[in-house]
């Protein structure tokens, strides 16, 4: 079928709904994904290269933080030479597959979506058990997942349009938009469906070749997503699949002078040594490498002395301990004036204290554990420290047990500029900072090196409209929670230290990797 046909006969793109857990059909249904998903744990997966399995012997084993003596899956992990291989595989292969016409790439990923639709409550457990997501989050991570192959997979058509230019007298011109070539792919955890098939998707459906280095907590869903897109047709060879460590086989991926572009997804930290690395020319290299950067985040929500304070109170808790404050769009910031301070903390402090918190598995409770030891180690580091900086209104410790489970904590009377109130933490920590009036409320809200979400709370419309010029971040959310972007409503990404100012789930996101060529022809 022509690209204009199949966008027309996929219908317009509507958002995946969620799944009703109240349905005892649905809850049945889950528990049943969960035991078989169970069976399926202490499987070895290979690294696929060039189409061929690859097993190097050296193993990375991806553990269930909720129980941590569970091994949901064993990855053979890459070396350099192995890193250094896949990216020339995938140049390779970008010969031809750049070539394939898009209507062919996009029915592959249109595919990809009906068979995770159809297995939906299977791919949630894997979720749930490999990054310690409840049953709702996990739900949504795959919900955008389909989101993102339905949504880039008609963005791609779209653009293979006949693109409107200027017509010239005497000349037949016209302009397309060209693949780049490979693509280096770099996810977090925290998303470890949605945000790994966004990279992913955007850039093979518009025509490069890639190599996915997932992270290394969450190599198992990675592997399975492609068995999906495997299954819907797509040639093993497009992606090579390359789990190994950042810092070495990242490194070298990323360094690598056949490498086009860098799709990242990650800390501040990791996201300005990418940057760094790949602005470095490389001999043979004959291109400036792109890159797609999203990064951290420090996110505030004002409260304002004329807002809903209940309304308030139930935003910021959602938004601070929503999988337990690992999001890059988390509230970890709670800016409050002065009037309604207090009431506010009291009224927090009751509904936090409501939350329950134990195995993502168990449908019972709204938080999970944090995902790893060294992640959970340095959390506690930034309580310590705020308990000394602020007040300690609640939470505070780990919680018994082998998983990683710790209270949501709050600490009050954080000063604007201080460690907590500056630095993401990236775990179920909520700072809460007092300021005398909203515009005082919004110079805090801007003070920080972030820029990625943020929220407002108050019913006056006059303060909206100075917020909505403002406050500057790339996500604002007026009278709602800062969390739970939705592709094609809310495309997001963040400024300044919070990435490269792209739009995942945004129409112009697959132009990040594709570059638009020029045709005009003499005709008499
Ligand atoms: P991370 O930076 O530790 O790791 C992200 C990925 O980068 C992993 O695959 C990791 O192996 C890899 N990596 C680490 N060092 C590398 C190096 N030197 N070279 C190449 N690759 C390297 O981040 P994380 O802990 O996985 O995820 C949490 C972070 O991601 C938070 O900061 C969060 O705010 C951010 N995040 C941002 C967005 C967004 O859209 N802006 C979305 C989700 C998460």
């Not at 129980?67 to 899956?73: A, I, R």
């Not at 200027?166 to 998303?191: A, C, D, Q, S, T």
């Not at 490498?289 to 420090?298: A, N, P, S, W």
């Not at 004036?337 to 927090?348: M, Q, R």
Request: charge should be neutral; proline fraction near 6%.
């Amino acid at each position: 079928m022509a690209t204009t046909e199949v966008l027309v006969s996929r219908g317009e793109f509507t958002n995946e709904p969620f799944t009703d857990f109240s349905n005892p059909q649905n809850r049945a249904a889950m528990q049943a994904a969960l035991a078989k998903v169970k069976s399926q744990f202490n499987t070895t997966y290979p690294l696929w290269i060039g189409g061929q399995k690859v097993e190097t012997g050296e193993w990375l084993k991806s553990t269930n933080p909720s129980k941590p003596d569970e091994v949901v899956g064993i990855f053979h992990k890459a070396n350099l030479d192995i890193a250094n291989r896949a990216v020339e595989l995938a140049h390779q292969r970008f010969q031809t597959w750049q070539r394939v016409p898009a209507a062919e790439r996009s029915e592959i990923m249109f595919r990809a979506a009906d068979i995770l639709r159809k297995r939906k409550f299977e791919y949630s457990a894997w979720v749930s058990y490999e990054v310690g997501k409840t049953w709702p989050e996990a739900d949504a991570d795959i919900a955008e997942t389909i989101d993102f192959l339905e949504f880039y997979g008609r963005e791609s058509l779209r653009v293979a349009q006949p693109q409107p230019l200027n017509p010239m007298k005497g000349e037949k011109n016209y302009l397309v938009y060209i693949p780049l070539g490979v693509g280096v792919v770099i996810p977090p955890w925290n998303f470890p469906c949605a945000i790994m098939a966004g990279l992913v998707v955007a850039a093979v459906v518009t025509g490069n070749t890639v190599v996915l280095k997932p992270s290394s907590d969450s190599p198992t869903i990675a592997y399975k997503f492609l068995e999906a897109l495997w299954e819907a047709g797509l040639p093993k060879d497009v992606i090579q699949f390359c789990p190994g460590p950042g810092a070495t086989v990242g490194d070298t991926l990323v360094a690598h002078p056949k490498t086009r572009f860098v799709g990242f997804t990650g800390s501040k930290e990791a996201g300005l040594h990418i940057q760094e690395q790949a602005s470095k020319t490389q001999p043979g290299q004959i291109w400036i490498k792109r890159t797609v950067l999203e990064m951290g985040g420090k996110d505030a929500i004002i409260v304002d002395d004329e807002a809903d304070l209940d309304a308030a109170v139930e935003g910021v808790t959602l938004s601070a301990f929503g999988y337990q404050g690992q999001k890059c769009s988390a509230c970890s910031r709670a800016i409050v004036t002065e009037k309604v301070y207090n009431s506010f903390l009291d009224k927090l402090k009751v509904r936090v204290e409501k939350i329950k918190v134990g195995p993502a598995d168990d449908p019972n409770n709204f938080m999970g554990p944090v995902i790893n030891k060294g992640s959970m180690t340095d959390i506690l580091k930034y309580i310590e420290h705020g308990k000394k900086d602020g007040r300690l209104l609640t939470g505070g410790n780990r919680l018994p047990g082998d998983g990683y489970f710790l209270e949501p904590t709050v600490i009050a009377d954080i000063a604007p500029k201080s460690k907590l109130e500056q630095e993401e933490i990236f775990g179920p920590v909520l700072a809460v900072t007092k300021a005398r009036d909203f515009d005082h409320a919004l110079e805090i809200a801007n003070d920080t090196e972030f820029g990625l979400t943020g929220a407002v709370y108050t019913k006056n419309p006059k303060k909206l409209e100075k917020a909505a010029t403002e406050f500057h971040v790339g996500n604002l959310y007026f009278n709602r929670k800062c969390t739970g972007a939705m592709v094609g409503a809310h495309p997001f990404g963040g400024f300044n230290m919070s990435g490269t100012d792209s739009k995942t789930g945004g129409k112009e996101y697959v132009m990040l990797f594709l570059q638009a060529k020029t045709v005009a022809e003499k005709v008499s």
